[in-house]
Each structure stands twice: as C-alpha cells, then as structure tokens.
C-alpha cells in the first residue's frame, strides 16, 4: 500500500484568502446595492507596456517560421536575457555577477519554494514574522519544520523573526543559529525594508554563523530611498553567503505571463561544494526553461522604452500608495510601508483585531484588505491595503474610510 508524504497533513489550511472571499460573498449577497472596493489584491492591474508586447509579438512571429523557431531553452535561460539582467540589475550598480550565476525561471515563487531543496534535512529555518508565506510552507513540505501548534500559530522547529513597529520592522539576530535565513526586502507584507548599512549586518552575521540568506528581491522595483540596496550584492561578503530570487511579477506585470530568475554565485560553497553548480544540476533536472516568448518579453524589460513604461507603471501604482498613506494618516491612522514597496500596513485602532477590523471596514466603507494575522502570529493587530488598484477606486476608498 503506498504511502503519501505524511508532512502535507501538519499543514495548517490555507484560510486566509478563502475566508476573505467568504465574508466578501456573504456581504455582497446581503447587500446587492452597495458597491466593494478590493485593496487586498496581490496582484498588479495594470496592461503589459507597449515595449514588452512588441517583443512578445514578434517572437510569436518568430515561432511560426521554421528558420526562428525555438524548442527547449538553454538549461540556464537565453544569454540574451541573462546578458541584460546581469549588465542592468547587477554591474549597473556594482555588483560583480555573472551570466552563468544567473538562473531563468517561471517565477520567484517556485525558486523560493524549491530553494530548499539543495539544503540538508535537518537546516533550521528563520523567517521574519509577518511574511510570504511560501518559505515556511515549502519547508513543512519537505518536514523541515517539526509540528505545528493551532496555538501559538507557529512551528516548533521554525526560528521566527518578529517584525514589528516595535522593533521598526527590521528583526533581531535570532537567539538560535539558523542555517537558512530568508530575508524578503521589501518586504510583503509589511511594505517596509532595511537600510543597506543594516542589510550588510545581515550579511556579515550569516558569513559569522555560517548561513545562507535566500533573498527574495520581488520588490526591488518599488525602492524610492537612496539608503536602500537594490540587490543584496551590494553589501560585501554577500556572495559567500547569499542567494538572490528576483520576479519580473510586481516590476513589469508578469504575474500572468510568469518569469523569474535566481542568482547563485560561484563563491558560495559548502567546503568544496559550489551550490551553483548544485541549483545548476536541479534545474537542469527538474526544469525545462522559460518560453522563448517569455524571455524575449523579459530582455524587452531592458530596453530604454521598456525602462521608461515600467517606470511609470511603478509610479502609478506608488501614487495609489502615497494616496493611502497620507489618507490613512488624516484619519488618524498609524500607518508603516508605502515608501519603498506597494503596500501600506497599518496599525489597527487600539483593542480591535485584524479580523475585526476587516469586518468594520467591510461593512461601513465596503471596503476589502487583508488582516495581518494571515501572515504569521505578529501580524495581528496590523492590516494590510495594497497599492495596485486604480487611482479612481483607491481615492473612493479612502474617501469612504475618512468617513467611517
Ligand atoms: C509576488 C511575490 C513574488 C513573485 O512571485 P512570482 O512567482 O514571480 O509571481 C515573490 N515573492 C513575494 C514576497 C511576492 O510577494
């Protein structure tokens, strides 16, 4: 009789968007005339830029022609692709990377989910609380994480991280030495980050201890402050000790067409093990490549016209943030993030839980976010509006919430 992967069923179920979808239903049917407003998608809004879908059509175009067809990728990805991410998201701003450290993926969600994978079973875990919840997740997975208490929230073999207003949302060095330490900057939630003096802390505390960081750059395209690494390359040592997962997700609108990349640099080892050449060996194995088109649309990222749309992409989406930002405050809110990532995490009113507020604000602004508890036990009393709505509906919404 078989057997299943018996961690599957310590995980905790996934209830936070099924439960907002539920309450959300259950508004709407009570209330046929009211309209919602939804400041709780992770998920851009905006069309590709012009500059993206011409590549995308052409290397269409190309694919109909025997002469320009393209079968399976490059184990890597195309050099084309990996040439611009290297000269434009690395030597640009002084980070010695090369092209064959530099993986192409779908995504940075399945990179941090299977990153795992080249690290010893028993590796201890540290993760910030509230977080993505993917890292924690991956790892119960493959039974990294020991039991999970319905209590406390938390995994008994997980070293957690709180960041908090606290602690102005950057962590402590943990009490116990991890081996794997991932680092979201900026981060999801919270919409805050690290200054790089902090972030090179970081780096020289895992090269100290001995522990990777698995840096999840998914963000890096909202930084607006000049004291923030855009790349973890930029602090020194970080090769010896970090991996670096980059989306093309929240910078370009690739939540639906789906690429990403890894960085694994030569020098990070394990004695005389290069975990490039491992991540090389596993993504040969278990990947097939990125679509041609994919790549093509991704190098067009890269272009000057490609630059200069996404760049007022961004800035749509952080005008919405600044909007809720400023809004919030008015009303006499506390409010942290918006700066640097599309997110506004604020502080819910004194005595009201993240689960109470989103019902208060459903059913007097109609107005739908995300409870902070839904990403880990220090994310209770926070609440989460994103920034990727349209300018029109984002100002509805504030207007509803300064009158509730
Ligand atoms: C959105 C997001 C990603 C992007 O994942 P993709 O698979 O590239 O779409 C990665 N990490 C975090 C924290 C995110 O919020």
Redesign the pocket.
Known sequence: MFQINDNYQKLPGSYLFSTIAKKVAAFTAANPDKTIIRLGI?DVTQPLAPAILAAMHKAVDEMGCAETFHGYAPDLGYDFLRRAIAENDYRARGCDIEEDEIFVS???????ANIQEIFAAESRIAVCDP??P?YVDSNAMAGRTGTYDKETERWSNVIYMPCTAENGFVPEFPEETPDLIYL?LP??PTGTTFTKSKLQEWVDYANRVGAVILY?G??EAYISEPDVAHSIYECSGAKTCAIE?K????NAG??GV???YAVVPKELKCGDVSLRNMWARRHGTKFNGAPYIVQRAGEAVYSREGKAQLKEQVAYYMKNAAAIKEGLKKSGYTVFGGVNAPYIWLKTPSGTTSWEFFDRLLENANVVGTPGAGFGPSGEGYFRLTAFGSYENTLAALERIQKM
């Open positions: 992770g779908d995504g940075a969600k399945s990179d941090s977080v993505y993917v979201c981060n999801n999840d998914a963000y997962l989306s093309f997700s929240k690739f939540t789906r690429l990403g």
